[in-house]
């Protein structure tokens, strides 16, 4: 190497000293191809081979051979109908129908809230977003209490047992239970993005509107509605992307009655070990949620340049609901109710039955909660406190959302300072892009991608298969796109002198990371800790096909219990996990400050 050579690569190398941030987005370059790219690539791969099932199917077959054997099974097969398209057709209409219902009701609660005068609105506030908190399959169970027929659920529920009155099955099971409530626990999407949107929306140009001869309805359409037509963007896509991935609610209220949605079918054909028609219907959801990302990108990307806030002052002002004040209030409070306290006391009720057909007084017991075992009942299952499996499974939940909590979150700041301080380089771009990658994969394809890949050794990496490791990983990696962009919007406050300063003292940078960059983006970190772990806690469809006895979580132990026709069991755990996942909501917000649980932003 010739001396100007020498000396640009010391000239790079000492641009590198005092621009740490480079060095870091490489490195996390590096990490997520590994972990998002290499698993896509892996699972193309396995489903263009044959698998070891494949060769009792197929003659000739050899295990590992290229062939598209799969592809032609799931689209054009014998069984192509019952394989794909039966559980398409489901999904996209459980899809359309949850975010339609979803965004309608979000949206209408966003602007009761934000846009006029109903009291209580703080209170509102906190309580509208609980629904977020909780499993998505809780008003599932609760559903089933109610409207389970005996003709297709064994044992009848509330509906007939109290006033007679047998449901038809398309209300007990099927898709329009699917899509009630899974619209009554994603509408918290549509409202915390509307609602944002909303409050920065200058009360003035509606005024404007409104003086230029517009009525209420033309004001909403024409201008209210174009304003926050980015944030319905984003909560269609966020709604919808999610409501197709989605695997406990359609699992519970579709397969009793045979109805599948590609999730249920990815997990039906996993454990009929059919993996390479597994990784096809995965590879499906993948594309469906990034045509959907994509759409949105194009359609609402050009209207993302509306100004709301200016520097001529700012108002809000609230529209006056008059006479329709007290009515709109109590239904707001009815629906919460319908959709938070009558589930939990439904629930309550339900694991103190000894029988689950006999509302009667007599029939309550604390056994299900403290009774030892008897083969009488619960095919002998003891008591949830005296449960050692319950137990393990708090142990295991608590410890994996604790530290997928704490890891996501200084990895979402690490990941956010490299971005946002190498903004503008094709390294930026690269990292942001990868980071936000996980998005696109419903939960239950990169399950299906993570079996895959780790079912065995990777390099020098042993299979993580049926290890906490493994839960860890990929929980970590699926909820990067929010912790990144909560360390993004964390570090795009933070002044770069601040830093610079520090520096030119010669202050190293882990050093002025934890004493100048940390204590600035506390509130971030903590935002992004309290995501991380109630996503964590309360989720199903990432992990159920990763779970082994030694690994099992709560979610999981109260699917089984379902599953076995355990109602009492699997709702008296489904308690636990909900007080766990609100109390540690009051603890971050109370004691440490944390303002925000969704890490839902618009970045």
């Known amino acids: 190497m010739d001396d100007h050579g020498c000396n640009r690569l010391r000239l790079g190398l000492a641009k590198l000293r005092y621009r740490n941030y480079y060095i870091l987005a490489v490195v996390f370059i590096i990490i997520f191809t590994f972990l998002v ?54 999904t996209l209409i459980i899809g359309i129908g949850v975010t339609t219902l979803s965004m309608f009701m979000g949206t209408i609660l966003a602007w009761i809230i934000v846009r006029t005068n109903i009291p209580f609105k703080k209170f509102l506030n906190t309580v509208i977003v609980i629904p977020y908190m909780m499993p998505s399959w809780v008003l599932a169970l609760a559903w089933l209490l109610v409207f389970k027929n005996n003709r297709t659920g064994g044992a009848p529920g509330m509906l007939t047992v109290l006033f007679g009155i047998v449901p038809p099955d398309w209300l007990s099971y099927g898709i329009f239970p699917i899509i009630i409530c899974l619209g009554f626990h994603y509408y918290a999407y549509s409202f915390l993005l509307v609602s944002g949107a909303l409050e920065t929306v200058n009360s003035e140009l509606e005024e404007a509107g409104a003086l230029s001869g517009l009525d209420k309805l033309k004001v909403l359409r024409k201008i209210t509605f174009p304003l926050v037509l980015p944030a319905l963007g984003s909560s269609f896509v966020l709604t919808f992307s999610r409501s197709m991935g989605t695997f406990g609610t359609p699992a519970l209220l579709g397969l009793p009655v045979r109805i599948f949605t590609i999730p249920t079918q990815i997990y039906a054909s996993i454990n009929a070990r059919n993996t390479g028609d597994s990784f096809v219907l995965a590879l499906v959801l993948v594309f469906m949620a990034a045509v959907a990302i994509y759409f949105n990108s194009k359609i609402i990307g050009k209207r993302k340049s509306y100004v709301t806030m200016g520097g001529k002052g700012f108002r809000s002002k609230p529209n006056n609901l008059g006479v329709w004040r007290i009515p709109v209030t109590a239904a707001v409070f009815l629906f919460l109710i319908i959709i938070i306290i009558i589930p939990v006391i439904l629930l309550t009720w339900n694991t103190f039955m000894l029988l689950p057909d006999d509302y009667s007084l007599s029939n309550l017991t604390t056994h299900f909660w403290t009774g030892e075992s008897n083969f009488k009942i619960s095919s002998g299952e003891e008591g949830i406190f005296r449960n050692p499996g319950i137990w393990g499974g708090v142990v295991n939940s608590i410890k994996l959302g604790i530290s997928a909590a704490v890891l996501n979150a200084f990895l979402g700041l690490f990941v956010g300072y490299a971005i ?184």
């Open 37 to 90: 790219l290499v698993p896509l690539i892996k699972i193309i791969i396995t489903s263009l081979s044959f698998q070891a099932n494949d060769e009792r199917m197929v003659r000739g077959a050899r295990e590992g051979a290229f062939t598209f054997y799969h592809y032609t099974r799931v689209f054009v097969g014998k069984l192509s109908r019952s394989l794909f398209y039966k559980p398409l057709k489901n």
């Open 420 to 603: 946002v301080r190498s903004r503008g380089t094709r390294i930026s771009r690269s990292l942001e892009a990868l980071s936000f990658a996980p998005y696109v994969f419903p939960s239950i394809a990169m399950g299906a991608i993570y079996l895959g890949m780790f079912a065995r050794p990777v390099g020098p990496f042993p299979a993580l298969y049926g290890t906490f490791w493994l839960l860890l990983l990929i929980v970590v990696v699926k909820n990067m796109p929010f912790s990144s962009r909560t360390g993004m919007s964390a570090m795009l406050q933070i002044d770069k002198s601040l830093e610079e300063s520090a520096q030119i003292e010669g202050m190293p940078w882990l050093k002025r990371f934890w004493k100048i960059i940390f204590p600035l983006s506390r509130s971030g970190f903590f935002s992004g800790m309290l995501l991380t772990f109630i996503t964590s806690m309360r989720e199903l469809s990432l992990i159920i096909l990763l779970i082994t006895p030694s690994t099992r979580v709560l979610t999981t132990i109260i699917f089984g219990y379902e599953d076995q026709d355990m109602v009492q069991h699997a709702n008296g755990v489904t308690l636990i996990l909900m007080l766990i996942i609100v109390s540690a909501n009051f603890i971050m917000r109370r004691f440490l400050g944390s303002k925000s649980i969704t890490g839902i932003k618009e970045s």
